[in-house]
């Protein structure tokens, strides 16, 4: 059946020949490039047996659908289910260069169409007719070039990536999520990352979970949302977040009474303490030892009254300083949760010169921190619980990589990052607001939590069923070879190592949403273990990019930027007039900025320049320089359809 410009059967016959005879790779790899594919799970599909068969790898069944699963690329393709669909759907294997003549004379058909708008796009950014004639014959010319572009080489990770799989959280946090979304107009990645944070403001401290063995993983996160200027972080944050503070107004309201009689109680044995204290001085030689030990008692007994500080379950800006005074008065938990990204600066020592990370890397870890008698609980907290939920700016996830120790004390292998594709341009005026019965019952559970946790002392422990355990080590497994030397992992091996506590962890959490009253009676399924599993690819996939856009140079981020226009434009020829007007900013002053990251995405395969443009003559402005995007820009990215079972829960 062809569809869409392409013929599906025969994409899948080519494929699956391939599979069943590797040997055909040879001839078919000439013939058909991934651009030529119209399904994109097919076009990723075949890039990936493209690259094995010139590695000398077999591209069998099992060798694919392994080296797919080592990439993160299984379920981009339909998981290895639909590799053996592929091999069902081939009639017969001699065929396998007829189907691939289908496929490439669809490709060309494409491409001719594509040339059209390419050319009428070229005409409107006011390019020479001259140079439209050279543009068309070169774009003639490919057309009969087996792939036309060569393939797409990704200038990142960050690019494409996907989207936060919400439906996987308890059904009552999913609802809000979506649908302070669908309000704010904003990536749902957004309002789900901080929803965890809010899950782990509630559970941190209160409760871990044990793996096996002496393994036990609290349930607190760190968590760091990427979005631009303008992209109504602080409306996600209000909605998300607003439960938090409530619970928290709740806790103080109910402590206050507490909190006014021992300040009572305190004030009358101290005033005791005094006055048996000035008795025992005034008192002659015969009495005093007596009136000696009242004062003594007195006194000690005006000590031992403590006053409880007043809950605290939230703060914004704090210094290492702050946080470790806090998380002593606050029974060892505190969550900071903020819509800015100014921790980081204050973290790194913008008020005292000097970084000072270790309350929060023991704070993430539970490790035991010293407080320098700042409490009376013997000078240190047993296991701190520290959460992190930010929303920052682009630029301060790509300082933060220089500030001083924050990559190598280990401070970034913590964090789970969401870099959402930035929706700024195209949202949609007038969406629907938040239901009021989804937030109702999102603030009645979130404030629940809080409070059913509130009063535990000791952690509770969360146990793991024995089938939720060997799914722990599933997973254990599937990360060890990714950290290898020379695996998709291996740059980020400090991340990577943290990979399976935080799917475990956000486990615990998705357990105590699910089970608000009495979580801590019942045991971890594997069903949960896996759900966090996915949540986990979700930020593996975005913590490659962003260790990547931390890494990279200045012109290579550029290129995204413009690159991202292009998408969201859907350009498909332009003139470098047209992007400098388009793009012009303080990070982009002058047109000649743009020549590095055009430079760039030509060399990654994403533009081709045209012919230089004849000289003007004296006198007049010289023409700009024209460009053509490569079709397989605009190509639909192959998502991951969500588990019909679990949306219909």
Known sequence: MTQAGYDLAAEQAVIGAALLA?????DLAVTLAPGDFGRPAHGLLWEAMCGMHAAGTPTDTLTVAAHLAETGNIGKVGGVPYLHTLI???????????????????????????????LAQLAASGADAADMVAAGRAMLDDVDVPGGWSPLIP?????????????????????????????????????????????????????????????????????????????????????????????????????????????????????????????????????????????????????????????????????????????????????????????????????????????FLKGHAGDMMRVDRLSRDGGHV????????????????????????????????????????????????????????????YHANLHALVLTLAEWTDPAVLVLTPEANEAVLDIERQVEPRLAPGGAWSHIVDWGSKYTGAVVRIAGLIHLAEHLHDGWGKRIEADTIERAARIGEYYAAHALGAFDDMGSDVATRNARTVLAWIERTNTRAFTKREVFRALKSSQLPTAGDFDGPLSVLEAHGYLRQLDPPAPKRAGGRPPSPSFVVNPEVHQPVATVHPIAARQAA
Not at 88 to 115: C, F, M, Q, S, W
Not at 386 to 395: D, H, I, K, N, R
Not at 413 to 440: C, M, Q, S, Y
Request: charged share 20%.
């Open 155 to 359: 200038l990142g990770k960050g690019r494409h990536l996907p989207s936060f799989p919400a439906e996987l959280l308890p059904g009552w946090v999913a609802e809000q999520a979506f649908a302070v979304a669908e309000f704010t107009q904003t990536p749902i990645d957004a309002a789900a990352t901080i929803a965890l944070a809010c899950l782990s403001t509630a559970a941190g401290g209160r409760a871990e979970v044990e793996v096996r063995g002496s393994w036990r993983e609290p349930t607190n996160l760190f968590t760091v949302v990427v979005l631009p200027p303008g992209s109504r972080k602080s409306a996600v944050f209000a909605a998300m977040v607003g439960p938090i503070l409530m619970a928290e107004k709740a806790l103080v309201e109910r402590t206050a009474p507490a909190i006014i009689e021992a300040g009572l109680m305190a004030k009358v044995a101290g005033k005791a303490s005094e006055k048996a204290a000035l008795a025992a001085a005034n008192a002659d030689a015969a009495g005093r030892d007596t009136l000696i030990a009242e004062a003594t008692a007195a006194a000690m007994n005006a000590e031992a009254i403590t006053i409880p500080v007043e809950p605290q379950l939230v703060a914004d800006d704090v210094t290492s300083e702050t946080a470790q005074k806090i998380l002593a008065e606050q029974g060892g938990r505190i969550a900071v949760l903020s819509p800015e990204g100014g921790i980081f600066a204050t973290m790194a020592g913008r008020y005292s010169g000097t970084p000072n990370l270790e309350v």
């Open 88 to 118: 069902a759907e081939v009639p017969t294997v001699a065929n396998a260069g007829h189907y691939a003549g289908i496929v490439a004379d669809l490709a060309k058909r494409r491409k001719v169409a594509d040339l059209g708008a390419q």
């Open 382 to 441: 047993d296991k701190p619980a520290l959460t992190m939920g930010l929303a920052v700016q682009p630029e301060i996830l790509r300082d933060i990589a220089g500030m001083p120790g924050f990559r190598g004390l280990g401070l970034l292998a913590r964090i789970l990052f969401a870099v959402p594709e930035n929706t700024v341009g195209r949202r949609k005026v007038g969406a629907d607001p938040i239901p009021t019965a989804v937030a109702a019952k």
């Open 22 to 26: 590797p040997n055909l790779m040879t």
